[in-house]
């Protein structure tokens, strides 16, 4: 079993401050979180930079990911190294996904830039169910609309800076391994949870 946080931006999104080096060295740092998906608006260029500076240490793991705004909301992909070709509409993203064998996350259905309701419209893989920024209603919300979906609900702290690091975390039922940790994930072995301060580091 893993703990991870499954969105995350760098520097690399305009809006963000935490460096590749931050975000690495938070992870290592960190007691029980060791598992990180870097999910910058619209590109996919934090990645490297990131995975270079992770290389060096055996414990920690980075998925990669990416955020695209789509007209109609935020959608996350999992186990991409790639965007999707323009223009980003729900359907084109989505089949790249499918295409690609990704995993789509509708991000913070009911806050600003998400999906709300339309989401129950498309075939996506899971729902953010927790999201770091979002207020415990909107997550209310977004639990409501996994379970009826029947989709896995995973967390993500929706970090754009160093102390919104981890602030959630989506426990998998997975070993060290990004494509086992996506499988799983699309089999729905995974629960949200709020990280403790006390652990934290
Ligand atoms: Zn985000």
Known sequence: MIQADLHIHTTYSSD??????????????HNSIKVAAVTDHD????LSATRKLAKAYTDILIIPGVEISTPEGDLI?????ETP?????????????RDKDCISVVSHPYREYGMGD???????DAIEVLNGVSTPHANKLAQNLA????????????????????TVHTKVQAPLDIDKILKAIKKGLVSTHS???SIHF
Do not use: C
Request: proline content about 5%.
């Open 118 to 124: 339309l989401a129950s419209n498309y075939k996506v």
């Open 77 to 81: 992909l999992l186990g991409t190294e």
């Open 16 to 29: 963000s401050t935490v460096t590749p080096k931050i975000l690495v060295e938070k992870l290592v740092a």
């Open 85 to 97: 070709s323009q223009p980003w509409t729900v359907e084109e993203v989505l089949d790249f996904a």
């Open 195 to 197: 990280t403790s301060r």
């Open 43 to 46: 590109t996919i260029r934090g």
């Open 147 to 166: 379970k009826a979906m029947r989709l896995p609900g995973i967390a993500g702290s929706d970090a754009h800076q160093s102390s919104e690091l981890f």
